[in-house]
Nanobody, 125 residues
Framework: QVQLVESGGGSGQPGGLLSLPCAAP????????MAWSRQAPGKQREAVAA???????TYTDSVKDRFTISQDNAKHTLYLQMNNLAPEDTAMYYC???????????????????WGQGTQVTVSS
C-alpha cells in the first residue's frame, strides 16, 4: 500500500504563489503517472496536471503557463508549483498515482491506484 501525503496548502493572494509537495517514502514516481486533481466547493473534480512515466507533462487549460508539475525521485516527492494564483484556484488539491499512461478522465474521477487525503488551497484578497 502506497501512502501519498500532500502538504503546503494554505492561503494565498491573487497573483501570489504556493508550492504543494506530495510525499511517498520509498515510492518511485518515475515509474508511474503522477498527477494533481482539485475539487472546489460545489464543483466537479478536475484533473489539473500530470507527469507521465516518460516525463511528459500535461495541464488543464486554466492552469497552463501558471502551474508546473515536477518530481524529485531522490526525495520521493511530487510537486505542484502554483504561480499567479487566481481566486478560481481555490479548491482541495489531491495528489494521485496511477499505472501509466496518464488518463485525465481516470485522474478526474480518482479511478487511480493511489491518492492522498488532499490539501486545501484558498486564494483571496
Amino acid at each position: 500500500q502506497v501512502q501519498l501525503v500532500e502538504s503546503g496548502g494554505g492561503s494565498g493572494q491573487p497573483g501570489g504563489l504556493l508550492s504543494l509537495p506530495c510525499a511517498a517514502p520509498g515510492y518511485t514516481y518515475s515509474h508511474y503517472c503522477m498527477a494533481w486533481s482539485r475539487q472546489a466547493p460545489g464543483k466537479q473534480r478536475e484533473a489539473v496536471a500530470a507527469i507521465d512515466s516518460d516525463g511528459t507533462t500535461t495541464y488543464t487549460d486554466s492552469v497552463k503557463d501558471r502551474f508546473t508539475i515536477s518530481q524529485d525521485n531522490a526525495k520521493h516527492t511530487l510537486y505542484l508549483q502554483m504561480n499567479n494564483l487566481a481566486p478560481e484556484d481555490t479548491a482541495m488539491y489531491y495528489c494521485a498515482a496511477d499505472s501509466p499512461p496518464c488518463n485525465y478522465y481516470d485522474i478526474t474521477v480518482l479511478a487511480v491506484d493511489y491518492w492522498g487525503q488532499g490539501t486545501q488551497v484558498t486564494v483571496s484578497s
